[in-house]
């Protein structure tokens, strides 16, 4: 009898150490990925704080885009008013505007019938 129960402690002992050394490798192995992912993470976390960055810098490359674009838009509005104000037929656009008749525009403004009544036609009252 005192066998039978040193037989079975040693395989009780046996079948521990056997355990024990599953746990062993197992942890290890759940080092190694553990690690792995850890190095993911970190990497992931640098990929992250890069695209933070590019995106900063392009919102404020669209920023100054943006302003950029108003002074140009305000410029080509006070361009295309110049211009507009330049043209010889400028004044009289404006009195046609205002509901100057066609002898009116002849004689003030020296043009030739044909030319007052295309004015007129072209840029006078749309009620017409």
């Given at each position: 009898?005192?066998?039978?129960?040193?037989?079975?402690?040693?395989?009780?002992?046996?079948?521990?150490?056997?355990?024990f050394?599953?746990?062993?490798?197992?942890?290890?192995?759940?080092?190694?990925?553990n690690?792995?992912?850890?190095?993911q993470?970190?990497?992931?976390?640098?990929d992250?704080?890069?695209?933070?960055?590019?995106?900063?810098?392009v919102?404020?490359?669209?920023?100054?885009?943006?302003?950029?674009?108003?002074d140009?838009?305000?410029?080509?509005?006070?361009?295309?008013?110049?211009?507009?104000?330049?043209?010889?037929?400028?004044?009289?656009?404006?009195?046609?505007?205002?509901?100057?008749?066609?002898?009116?525009?002849?004689?003030?403004?020296?043009?030739?019938?044909?030319?007052?009544?295309?004015?007129?036609?072209?840029?006078?009252?749309?009620?017409?």
């Open positions: 009898m005192d066998i039978d129960l040193l037989v079975i402690v040693a395989l009780c002992f046996s079948l521990l150490g056997l355990g050394l599953w746990l062993a490798l197992e942890q290890r192995k759940l080092k190694s990925i690690q792995v992912l850890a190095e993470v970190d990497s992931m976390s640098k992250i704080a890069g695209l933070c960055s590019a995106a900063v810098t919102d404020s490359r669209i920023a100054m885009s943006a302003e950029q674009m108003a140009l838009l305000d410029k080509l509005g006070d361009y295309e008013h110049k211009e507009s104000e330049a043209s010889p037929y400028h004044s009289v656009i404006q009195r046609v505007r205002s509901g100057a008749g066609e002898q009116e525009l002849i004689k003030d403004c020296g043009l030739s019938r044909e030319e007052a009544a295309l004015l007129i036609k072209v840029h006078g009252s749309r009620s017409n």
